[in-house]
């Protein structure tokens, strides 16, 4: 049985998300799915830093609040166009992560996440105190639809999801390319251990800065896109619980993968849509699943998966002929002074 192509497995799964509105219930099932595509593109981001450069931030979406109130703030206050605050959104979330990664990133291990949730929670307080900026507690409402392009109308339901999923594959196909060139193989030498990745000539602060900008730049993007969509923000998009969130969906999904975040990003909402009744237990539900899962599956389910797929492969490779001592003795000496290219 021969196994679907990579490629092909994307396309399957691009034909699917196409189809999913003309095949959604209602309105509600395509904002459950629509949602899910914005986390998932904060999620994408997050698994930069920490998947493939071994940096745990914890500060996450309080740079996706960031985006989100770059985005209601210029609209509602200064009566900026959607598209144009939606295209500072991911800049500004990663200006402000150039000066939190300057200071942070000189930090290693645990030392790297306590600081940066630090950081996470004096962005929440910033959002929620500063009341003339942020409107603090009461939020941000009002907030505009993203304007027509020509006959797409974004104020439906159906476009809006369209509009979500471009952005979601456009992510993914960049951070594609970020990850099979040579800038990944620096951030996954780094993730390896940094004195391995100095001897190598890498420049530590330099690759963990850019990782650190790239990364709160998709979360800033998917809070913008998450402004327009919700249209309404308050303090609690910057809460740390929504980093968590984004951390089980890697771990489920398989850390340091492509394919990985985006499911967990989908199927674990989804799938607390279906036990609203412990809605307010999901903690209690879904934290012995996580210690299972990390127990049983510790690369999660995409890289268990390409991780058995890998053995099974080099089982299958034939092994290279080892030559025999009268091999060996039967081949001749090379001449003295020859030179092997």
Known sequence: MKLIRPATGWLLLLALALAFPFMAGNDYHLTVMSTAYIY??????????????????????GFMAVGAYTVGILTVDHGMSFWL???LSGFVAAFLGFFVGIVSLRLKTHFFSIFTLC???IMYLVIEKWESLTHGTVGIMG???PENIGPLDFSEARTQYYL???FLVASL????RIVHSLLGRTFMAIRNGDDLAQ??????????????MLSVFFSGLAGGLYAGYVRFLGPGIAGVEHTFDMTMYMLIGGIGT???PLLGAISIPWLTQYLQVLQEYRFVVFGPVLVLLVIFLPYGIVGTYLNRQRRKAALRAPAAPVPSADMASAQPAPKQGATHA
């Open 40 to 61: 998932a593109i904060a999620t994408i981001g997050l698994n930069l830093i920490t998947g493939y450069t071994g940096q745990f931030n914890l500060a996450h979406s």
């Open 85 to 87: 605050a939606f295209g």
């Open 119 to 121: 950081v996470g929670y």
């Open 143 to 145: 907030i505009p639809a």
């Open 164 to 166: 979500v999923l471009f």
């Open 173 to 176: 196909w960049i951070m594609h």
């Open 199 to 212: 001897a190598l000539g890498i420049n530590l602060m330099r690759n963990k800065l850019l990782a650190f």
């Open 258 to 260: 492509l394919l990985g």
